[in-house]
């Protein structure tokens, strides 16, 4: 069974940064595309960033600039490098991952204080 382990969220003030991390386990497979997503409080899961196997990253607009997405493939893991963190910032965050089937972490929380 997979299962994706989220970690590094919690409160920071406006403007300052965050890492996150995700780690996979449960398949010796390897992953495809990785990616984060988050959704904020009566709002609908967005697409933050992706990445895939080989390299090649993609951000929405709300992240362009300010985060970094990397990935470790021998250690299954994907990272969120999030910089000049914003109020409009705070949500779950979620990581994803491909395999044949595509699954999800539990999230973790990230707040932003103005």
């Known amino acids: 069974q997979v299962q994706l382990v989220e970690s590094g969220g919690g409160l920071v003030q406006a403007g300052g940064s965050l890492r996150l991390s995700c780690t996979a386990s449960?398949?010796?497979?390897?992953?495809?595309?990785m990616a984060w997503y988050r959704q904020a409080p009566g709002k609908q899961r967005e697409f933050v960033a992706g990445?895939?196997?080989?390299?090649?990253?993609n951000y929405a607009y709300a992240a362009r600039g300010r985060f970094t997405i990397s990935r470790d493939n021998a250690k299954k893991a994907v990272y969120l490098q999030m910089d000049s963190l914003k109020p409009e910032d705070t949500a779950v965050y979620y990581c994803?991952?491909?395999?044949?089937?595509?699954?999800w972490g539990q999230g973790t929380q990230v707040t932003v204080s103005s």
């Open positions: 990445i895939s196997s080989g390299g090649i990253t």
């Open positions: 449960g398949s010796d497979s390897s992953i495809n595309d």
């Open positions: 994803a991952a491909e395999y044949e089937f595509y699954y």
